[in-house]
């Protein structure tokens, strides 16, 4: 079944199905323009014991039924084991649906992406049986759109700009372009979008910097880092009225008290607590 993640996605591309084809055209690649597009399950894996998941599985729903797939990857070195992968995700999905399929790659360095962006023929030399020849978005083709104005027109290119030079000088401003034209759409797709460049940017600096803008704009964006700064606040306003309590009362707190207490972050514990702490008449009863 689709998660959450993909729900989300279903609703981004289904009421923008210009967002897929206009990133498309910024690399002169012209696909079939959708009448409607449908985000599909991204588990791929048979009865065999290998797991094989895309990051992302869209069906484009064009004219007279017709379908495309479009499966879209992020790669982040060379790796023909990867290639294996792409050759199941192909032809699982042209077989599940019997329909044209279209491999999409975002690679975050040059060398990568020419690697990438390579035919690479399963079978035979010279007479190979299947030719996996993804569309490579990379450093190379998909320039850093650092203007706000430009990433608000095409914010799904945006986003693949910031995972195309996640690792170039340059983020920063790719990603301070992407906040602002995220605040300048509407907010459901605004908060999808959102987290999709939180998952894409990986365990990187950059990921850090998208963590802080999304932390400031937590008001608007429910993405991960947006809801865990809420959590941290909800948590850090409890632990201090507890402590504002207890002292109001008299109570006297150690070291070691105020600690455990501050350092909790199960809000509803905190909650418990200091619904405890009106009562108690040691510091440690809240404990109880």
């Not at 599909?40 to 495309?68: G, S």
């Not at 990379?138 to 650092?146: H, L, R, S």
């Not at 940017?201 to 910097?209: S, V």
């Amino acid at each position: 079944m689709p998660t959450a993640q993909h729900e989300g996605l279903h609703r981004i591309f289904r009421d923008n199905p210009e967002l897929y084809t206009r990133a498309f055209e910024m690399i002169d690649i012209k696909l079939p323009v959708p009448q409607e597009i449908a985000v599909i399950d991204t588990d791929m894996t048979e009865i065999l014991p290998i797991e094989r998941k895309a990051d992302t599985v869209v069906m484009f729903l064009l004219k007279q039924e017709k379908k495309h797939i479009i499966i879209t990857e992020a790669q982040l070195r060379e790796s023909e084991k990867k290639v294996s992968s792409w050759a199941h995700y192909i032809s699982y999905a042209h077989s599940k649906y019997g329909c044209p399929v279209t491999l999409m790659v975002t690679c975050a360095d040059t060398k990568t992406a020419t690697w990438a962006r390579k035919a690479h023929p399963i079978g035979l030399k010279g007479h190979p049986s299947l030719v996996v020849s993804p569309i490579v978005f990379g450093p190379d083709n998909v320039k850093a759109i650092t203007d706000p104005e430009e990433a608000t027109e095409n914010v799904l290119l945006t986003m693949f700009s910031a995972f195309c030079h996640v690792e170039s000088p340059e983020v920063n401003d790719i990603l301070e372009a992407l906040n602002h034209a995220l605040h300048k759409i509407d907010r459901e797709t605004a908060e999808e979008l959102a987290t999709q460049t939180e998952i894409g940017l990986g365990e990187t600096k950059a990921k850090q910097i998208w963590r802080t803008f999304m932390q400031a704009s937590a008001y608007r964006f429910r993405s991960e880092s947006g809801q865990e700064y809420i959590a941290e606040v909800k948590a850090d306003t409890a632990a201090n009225s507890i402590l504002d309590v207890l002292d109001e009362r008299g109570i006297p707190t150690d070291p070691a008290f105020r600690n455990k207490v501050m350092t909790t972050t199960d809000v509803a514990l905190l909650r418990h607590w200091l619904r405890r702490s009106v009562h108690v008449t040691t510091a440690e009863e809240i404990f109880e």
